[in-house]
Every structure is written in structure tokens, then in C-alpha cells.
């Protein structure tokens, strides 16, 4: 499991580094990511998590791939291919969904996993 176990500290490490972008400016949430150097390392850091994700499905990591739900593992990688196929049309709303509603989540989720 060390390889899955590195994959979340990963993950983990984007989510930190996304809430570190966000808490060192003194902006919402909502103009930070339309802030035009902000915006690219968020996105970013979305893609950097959800191929992690893709990593723990494609190394059979069930175990640790059964504490998200379904809509959470479905979602993050719908919004990964969206930034990789339609950058330019990515809808700010979408990110921000993402970045103030699933990332809390998995941030909690992978704080238990860790902690085991």
C-alpha cells in the first residue's frame, strides 16, 4: 500500500498547495480563481490530483479508492478532462465548486487514511 499511501500524500500536497495559493492572497475565493496567474496553478494542481486518482484505479488500490464516493472519483476526473480538452472554456464556477466544496473533502478523507 506504500505506493498508494504516496499517490494520497500527493494529492494531499496539491490540496495544500491550492489552499496555500488561496490563503496568501486577500481575495475570495471566486477572484482569486479567475485571477489570471492564480487560475493555471489551481488548475493545475485539479490535474495533478485527479491523475493520482487515476493512478490508485489503474494500480488497483480498492482499499484506499473506496473511501471516496463514486460522484467525488467520477467528478474530479470529469474536471481534469475539461481543463485538459477546453482550457479556454472552462467555467470559473466549475473550479470553484471544486476547489471549495470536493477538495475539503478529500483532504478530510485522506487525513483519516494517513492517520491508520
Known amino acids: 500500500m506504500s505506493s498508494g499511501v504516496d499517490k494520497l500524500r500527493k494529492i494531499y500536497e496539491c490540496i495544500e498547495n491550492i489552499e496555500f495559493i488561496l490563503n496568501n492572497k486577500d481575495m475570495k475565493i471566486t477572484q482569486a480563481i479567475e485571477d489570471k496567474l492564480i487560475k493555471p ?14 493512478k490508485l484505479k489503474e494500480d488497483n ?3 484506499i479508492l473506496e473511501n471516496f464516493t463514486n460522484e467525488d472519483l467520477k467528478g474530479i476526473s470529469a474536471v481534469q478532462n475539461y481543463i485538459a480538452h477546453d482550457y479556454d472554456s472552462t467555467d470559473d464556477n466549475i473550479i470553484e465548486d471544486v476547489v471549495r466544496y470536493n477538495l475539503s473533502n478529500f483532504k478530510v478523507i485522506i487525513q483519516k487514511i494517513l492517520t491508520r
Open 41 to 54: 496553478a489551481v488548475r493545475m494542481n485539479i490535474v495533478r490530483i485527479a491523475e493520482q486518482f487515476i
Open 61 to 63: 488500490e480498492f482499499k
